[in-house]
């Protein structure tokens, strides 16, 4: 029998992974939930498409506590989700392949996700 040299289980805190495999990871992770909470942002809309009151509601959720968490949150995930695919879909054509043009990507993907959730805050 050979021994491989390979772990047999990734932990993936223990490995120093490169700003862009967090980003892509996070790219991965964010689509999840985002593909998790289109029924509840589905029943928003309806709920605040349906009369006036709904709408104050989903409004009223919206605009404090938990809610706005959840809300910026949900800005986030959409920017970085956005912004990372746009980021492989350059790879797939053949632009920042390069380490250094692959680690400025992923650092403007991180920034604008942050800064584009801050804007969205204000």
């Not at 980003?23 to 029924?39: D, F, Q, Y």
């Amino acid at each position: 029998m050979i021994r491989s040299s390979r772990p047999f289980f990734l932990n993936l805190v223990q490995i120093r992974l490169p700003l862009g495999g967090w980003v892509s990871i996070l790219h991965r992770g964010s689509g999840v939930v985002l593909a998790l909470l289109t029924p509840a942002l589905l029943y928003a809309l309806a709920l605040s498409l349906q009369s006036p009151d709904g709408f104050a509601a989903v409004r009223d959720f919206f605009a404090h506590g938990l809610g706005a968490l959840i809300g910026l949150g949900g800005v986030w995930l959409w920017l970085h989700h956005l912004f990372a695919g746009l980021r492989h879909l350059g790879f797939d054509v053949g632009i920042g392949e390069g380490r250094l043009a692959a680690r400025r990507s992923a650092l403007w993907v991180l920034l604008l996700a942050i800064g584009g959730t801050g804007v969205w805050w204000l």
